[in-house]
C-alpha cells in the first residue's frame, strides 16, 4: 500500500482537452501512478528501434553505430582491409541485437547499405532502399488488417535514416540532393557530417550553412520537421536542433587515455580527436537526439506520419477504403514529384500534406 | 642524381633546385646534343671567357692547362636555360572537395584559384566536366617557370558519371596532336609545349583503396600522361590507416595493371645514405598530403604552415604529419625536368608513332577523315599530309624493314639448329 500522501494543489492535474471543464480535485485519486504502470509494462516488453545507416563506403557509419551503441554491433572494416570487392549492386543488410541498460532491454535493429553511391553511374541507387522501407511498411499493414491480428504487431517499419554527407567542405552533391529529395518524404532523415576531422570548425560552420542552403533550397525536410511541433516547448527545443543540424560527428572504437581517462577517440601524430567532447565534435548531439531524447517521437512520426502516409496511398490504390468523411483525394502524381516512385505505391504525399488534412477535415467538402 | 664524383651547380638564392652536372643527364633531345658538338672547337677562348667569370672560377680554375675543358658545358646549358626559362604544364584531377585547389597553392605558394567560384549544389545537379587553364609564371633565384595548371572541375560530382573522363583523354590527345603538327611544320622555332606534363590524381582518403570512378580514369589515361597518385586531406587518416590504404592503392594498381610515373632509380654510387632516403620516398608513394596556406602558430609559438584544430595542429611540412614535403622535393625540385622528358620521349613518341602507323595502313583513311572532323584549328593543314615522305614510299620502307627482320629471324634460327646439332651430335635434337 502506498503511504498517504500529500493533497496535491488544483493546479497540477492539467485539463486534458480543451472541451473537458477543469475540475477541481477534491482529494488525492492516484491518477499518476499510471506513469508508474506504463513504465513497468514497458520495461516488461522493451523497446525496439530500427535504424538505417545510408552513405558511401568509408564515411564510418558501422564505426558511428558501434560508437552510438557503445557496443560492437557491426565488425568495423579498416580502411585498406575490405573484407570483400565493393558490391556491384546495392545490397542491404540487417543486423539485430537486444542491448540492456538498468533493466531496460532495446532490440535494436540496424541496417546497412553498402554499395551505395560507389558505382560509376549512381543512377537510381536509391531505389533499393525505398524498396525495403516500403517493404516494411507492406509487412506492418498486411499484419494490421488480418482479421486476428497478434497482440503486438512486431514492428520492422525503419524509424530513423542516418545519412552520412561526405565532408568535402563545399556544399552537398548532387547525389546526395536526389536521395534526400525521395527519402525525406518517406522516413525520417537526419543528416551528419561523416568523418568531421578532416574540417576546422570554421569550416565545418561554413559547410553546414551551406548545406541548410542547400536543404531549404530543395524542400528537404529532414528530422525534426518543423510541421509536427507539437507545442511552444517541442518548437525552441526543436529549433535548437535544427540550428546544428547536420551534425559533424567522428566516431571510434578504440579508447585511448586521456588526462587520466579512458575515452573514445581516434589518435593521430597531432593530438587524439575525443568522440565525447563538445569541443571535438557533436556527437553528443546525435546521440541525445536519437537515443536519450527524440526516440520515442521518431517512432511516433514513423507510426503516425509517414505509416499512415503509406497505408491511405496503398488503400486508396486497393480501392479497399470506404468513400466516407475524411475521404481525401490525394493526386497520384502532383506535378512537381520526382519521376521515381517506389513499384507498389503510385506517390506517397509529402508530411505537409497529412497536416493540412487534419486541419482541414471539419470543412472538407464529401 | 647527385654522385660524389660530380660537381653541383646551384645558383644562390635557389633552395634545392639542382641542375646535374654529369654529362650523362644531358642526354635530353637532339637539340641539345647538336651544339656541344659543334662549340668543341672554340672552347679554349670560351674557357678563358668562363675562367674570368667569378662564378665559376672556383670550380674550373685547374683546368686551364691540361683538360679539353668540356666540363664547362653544363654551366653553358645552365645559362641557355635560365635565359629559356621552363614551362610546365600540371593537371590535377578527382573529386571535388579532395583539398586540390589548396595544395596547388602550398605547392607553389601563389594562390591560382583567386578567382574561383564554387558552384552552387543546384548548379552541379546538372554540370558537365570542363576543363580549365590557368597559367602563373613562378620566379625564384633568377629562374622564371610557366606554371600552366589543367584543371577538371565537374569530375566525378554528377550521379551518373559514365564517360566523365572522356573530355580529359581527349584534351591530352589534342595537345599532343597539336605539338605533332608543329613539329612537322615549316617554322620551329617557337613550338610551344603545351602538353601536359604531369597529373596528380587526387585519390579520397576516405574510401577503400581505389573506386570504380578512379579505376576506370587511371586505365583511360595511364599510357598519355605520368600519373602521380596522390591521397588528398590526408590529416582524416590515423597513421596505421594510412599505411594500409597506401598499400591497398598500390595493389589495386598492381593489379589492373595501370603504369604510374616511376621515379628513376639513383645511380650505384650514390651513398647509402641517400639510397636510403630515395627508397623511403619511394615508398610512400601515393604520397598522403595535406595542404594548407595559412600560417598558425602551434603550442611552442612557432609559426608553421599548417590547419588547427581543437585537438592538435597539423603542419604541412612536417614528415611525421604527412607526406607533402615528399611530393614537393619529388615534383618540383628534383624531378620536374624528368617528366617533362619522360613525356617527350616515351609518351609522345608513343602517341606519334600510333598516329603514324595508322596512317601507314590502307585502313587509315577513314581514321584520318574522321580526325578532319574533330580539329578545333581553322587553318587546315590535314594530318596526313606532313612534309615528310610520301605515304607510299613510307609503306615501301616498313615492308622492307619487315623482310630483312624476318630474314634475320630465318638466318638465327638455323644458326641455333646448327649449334645444337654440333653439340650433341648424336642425339636427337628438339624442333626448332
Known amino acids: ?256 587515455l586521456v588526462n587520466g581517462k579512458y575515452v573514445l577517440g581516434r589518435k593521430t601524430k597531432w593530438g587524439i580527436v575525443e568522440v565525447e567532447n563538445m569541443k571535438h565534435c557533436e556527437f553528443p548531439l546525435l546521440r541525445d537526439l536519437l537515443i536519450r531524447s527524440h526516440l520515442q517521437d521518431l517512432k511516433d512520426i514513423t507510426h503516425n506520419v509517414h505509416y499512415e502516409n503509406y497505408r491511405v496511398c496503398r488503400l486508396n490504390e486497393s480501392h479497399m477504403l470506404p468513400r466516407g468523411p475524411g475521404w481525401v483525394n490525394l493526386d497520384p502524381a502532383p506535378a512537381n514529384s520526382p519521376a521515381n516512385s517506389p513499384a507498389n505505391s503510385p506517390a506517397i504525399p509529402g508530411p505537409s500534406k497529412v497536416c493540412r488534412w487534419a486541419q482541414d477535415t471539419p470543412s472538407e467538402e464529401y | 642524381m647527385m654522385g660524389k664524383g660530380t660537381q653541383m651547380v646551384r645558383t644562390p638564392g635557389v633552395p634545392g633546385l639542382h641542375f646535374p652536372a654529369s654529362l650523362g643527364q644531358l642526354s635530353i633531345s637532339a637539340s641539345y ?20 667569370d667569378s662564378r665559376y672560377s672556383s670550380s674550373y680554375g685547374a683546368m686551364d ?170 590529416d582524416a587518416l590515423m597513421p596505421r590507416e594510412t599505411q594500409a590504404l597506401k598499400q591497398k592503392i598500390r595493389d589495386q594498381l598492381k593489379e589492373e595493371e595501370i603504369n604510374i610515373y616511376q621515379f628513376p632509380d639513383c645511380d650505384s654510387d650514390e651513398d647509402e645514405d641517400f639510397k636510403r632516403q630515395d627508397a623511403e620516398m619511394k615508398e610512400s608513394i601515393p604520397f598522403a598530403v595535406v595542404g594548407s596556406c595559412e600560417v598558425v602558430r602551434d603550442i611552442d609559438s612557432r609559426p608553421v604552415r599548417g590547419r588547427c584544430y581543437s585537438w592538435g595542429t597539423v603542419e604541412v611540412e612536417n614528415p611525421h604529419h604527412c607526406d607533402f614535403l615528399n611530393l614537393r622535393r619529388m615534383l618540383v625540385q628534383t624531378h620536374l625536368q624528368d617528366l617533362k622528358e619522360v613525356t617527350h620521349d616515351l609518351l609522345y613518341e608513343g602517341y606519334r608513332a600510333r598516329c603514324l602507323q595508322s596512317l601507314a595502313r590502307p585502313g587509315a583513311r577513314d581514321r584520318a577523315s574522321r580526325s578532319k572532323l574533330s580539329r578545333r584549328s581553322t587553318t587546315e593543314i590535314p594530318l596526313p599530309m606532313l612534309p615528310m615522305l610520301p605515304l607510299a614510299e613510307t609503306e615501301k620502307l616498313i615492308r622492307e624493314k619487315d623482310e630483312e627482320l624476318r630474314r634475320m629471324q630465318e638466318m638465327l634460327e638455323k644458326m641455333q639448329a646448327q649449334v645444337q646439332q654440333s653439340q650433341a651430335p648424336g642425339e636427337q635434337s628438339d624442333a626448332l
Open chain 1, 1 to 256: 500500500m502506498d503511504p498517504p500522501r500529500q493533497c496535491p494543489s488544483p493546479s497540477s492535474s492539467r485539463p486534458i482537452s480543451p472541451r473537458t471543464p477543469s475540475c477541481e480535485m477534491l482529494g488525492y485519486v492516484g491518477i499518476e501512478a499510471v506513469l508508474d504502470q506504463m513504465k513497468i509494462k514497458a520495461m516488461k516488453m522493451g523497446f525496439e528501434f530500427n535504424i538505417m545507416v545510408v552513405g558511401q563506403s568509408g564515411l564510418g557509419k558501422s564505426t558511428m553505430v558501434n560508437t552510438l551503441f557503445k557496443s560492437k554491433m557491426w565488425k568495423t572494416t579498416p580502411p585498406g582491409l575490405a573484407l570483400g570487392p565493393i558490391p556491384q549492386t546495392l545490397q542491404l543488410h540487417s543486423v539485430t541485437h537486444v542491448i540492456e541498460e538498468k533493466g531496460v532491454k532495446l532490440k535494436l535493429t540496424v541496417t546497412d547499405t553498402p554499395g551505395f553511391g560507389d558505382q560509376i553511374n549512381n543512377d537510381k541507387c536509391w531505389d533499393p532502399i525505398l524498396g525495403y522501407i516500403n517493404g516494411q511498411y507492406e509487412q506492418y499493414l498486411q499484419e494490421e488488417i488480418l482479421i486476428t491480428r497478434q497482440r503486438h504487431i512486431p514492428d520492422t517499419r525503419v524509424h530513423c535514416c542516418v545519412y552520412f554527407v561526405a565532408p568535402t567542405g563545399h556544399s552537398l552533391r548532387p547525389l546526395d540532393i536526389e536521395f534526400l529529395q525521395r527519402l525525406c518524404r518517406t522516413v525520417n532523415v537526419v543528416p551528419v557530417i561523416a568523418r568531421a576531422d578532416s574540417l576546422t570548425v570554421e569550416e565545418r560552420e561554413d559547410f553546414r550553412r551551406r548545406i541548410q542552403h542547400n536543404l531549404r533550397t530543395h524542400s528537404i525536410d529532414v528530422y525534426p520537421q518543423e510541421c509536427f511541433d507539437e507545442d511552444i516547448n517541442d518548437k525552441i527545443l526543436n529549433c535548437k536542433i535544427r540550428d546544428r543540424i547536420p551534425f559533424a560527428v567522428v566516431g571510434a572504437d578504440r579508447e585511448h
Open chain 2, 33 to 52: 646534343i647538336a651544339r656541344p658538338l659543334i662549340c668543341c672547337t672554340q672552347l679554349p677562348a670560351q674557357l678563358e671567357e668562363v675562367g674570368r
Open chain 2, 65 to 234: 692547362k691540361e683538360y679539353v675543358g668540356f666540363a664547362a658545358l653544363p654551366n653553358q646549358l645552365h645559362r641557355k636555360s635560365i635565359k629559356k626559362g621552363f614551362d610546365f604544364t600540371l593537371m590535377v584531377a578527382g573529386e571535388s572537395g579532395l583539398g586540390k585547389s589548396t595544395l596547388i597553392n602550398s605547392l607553389f605558394l601563389t594562390n591560382l584559384y583567386e578567382d574561383r567560384q564554387l558552384p552552387e549544389a543546384s548548379a552541379r545537379l546538372t554540370q558537365t566536366l570542363t576543363i580549365e587553364r590557368r597559367g602563373v609564371e613562378i620566379e625564384e633565384g633568377g629562374i622564371k617557370v610557366k606554371l600552366t595548371l589543367v584543371d577538371t572541375p565537374g569530375f566525378g560530382d554528377s550521379v551518373d558519371c559514365s564517360d566523365c573522363w572522356l573530355p580529359v583523354v581527349r584534351f591530352i590527345e589534342e595537345q599532343f596532336e597539336q605539338y605533332l603538327r608543329d613539329e612537322s611544320g615549316l617554322n620551329r622555332k617557337n613550338i610551344q609545349d603545351s602538353r601536359v606534363h604531369c597529373c596528380l590524381y587526387f585519390i579520397s582518403p576516405f574510401g577503400r583503396g581505389l573506386r570504380p570512378l578512379d579505376v576506370a580514369f587511371l586505365r583511360a589515361v595511364h599510357e598519355k600522361v605520368n600519373i602521380i597518385p596522390v591521397i588528398g586531406k590526408a
